[in-house]
């Protein structure tokens, strides 16, 4: 398994504004995944973050609203940008630790007003 | 295009009672895993269970064991000796068992209380 945590775990922000969250895991993984959890409901994916190329963005998900850093095998950040209330939702991050289990950080809940 | 269903949106059970959660999947695919998370209103994800595809038999994890039913593509969950701590969300995952960025794909949830 894996430790991961989440920076911030909550945070409140004006529309217009943007966020970076950070996902750190307490071992070298290779994939990590970022979702986006409306209250409720399920998890879809944005995007998957390999360290050393660029982010693969899933339907629907585009790199200049969420742009993805991946600067190490240990740290990944999601950035919202230019945020709407639409926005408002659970952001989780996870890994995979080659054994193609899934493990997830404890999710960052985002309010825009 | 795999897909996952959970079509009860919301199960309850008695504490210490038995409780199955039901899943179907669709894929083309022979090879597979698939999966049962919990995530709890501390809306942290638990990953329960696993299940290769490959593997006749059912997984079981404690009091969490699985009727995985690869013909009829259908991977459900019980639950023995419901405990108040059980009272989650609980999602069916799919994995494809090919290619190293291969995806999660999850069902809708189902929310189970768990009734004292």
């Known amino acids: 398994s894996a430790v991961i945590s989440q920076k911030p775990s909550r945070d409140i922000c004006q529309r217009g504004t943007s966020l970076t969250i950070q996902c750190q895991v307490d071992s070298q993984v290779t994939m990590m995944f970022w979702y986006r959890q409306q209250p409720g409901q399920s998890l879809t994916l944005i995007a998957t973050?390999?360290?050393?190329?660029?982010?693969?963005?899933e339907s629907g998900f585009v790199i200049d609203k969420f742009p993805i850093s991946r600067p190490n095998l240990t740290f990944s950040t999601l950035t919202v940008s230019n945020m709407s209330p639409e926005d408002s939702s659970i952001y989780l991050c996870s890994v995979d630790t080659g054994s193609y289990e899934q493990y997830f950080g404890p999710g960052t809940r985002l309010t825009v007003t | 295009a795999q897909t996952v269903t959970q079509s009860q949106p919301e199960m309850s059970v008695q504490e210490a009672e038995t409780v199955t959660l039901s899943c179907t999947y669709d894929?083309?695919?022979?090879?597979?895993?698939l999966f049962w998370y919990k995530q709890p209103p501390s809306r942290q994800m638990i990953l329960v269970i696993r299940q290769e595809a490959y593997k006749q038999q059912n997984a079981t994890e404690n009091r969490f064991s699985v009727n995985f039913q690869k013909a009829a593509k259908s991977f459900s969950l019980k639950i023995s000796d419901s405990q108040l701590g059980d009272a989650a969300m609980y999602f069916c995952?799919?994995?494809?068992?090919?290619?190293?960025?291969?995806?999660?794909?999850f069902g809708k949830g189902i929310t189970l209380s768990v009734r004292p």
């Open positions: 973050a390999n360290q050393g190329s660029e982010a693969t963005y």
């Open positions: 995952a799919y994995r494809s068992f090919i290619g190293a960025n291969s995806k999660l794909t």
């Open positions: 894929t083309s695919e022979s090879d597979y895993y």
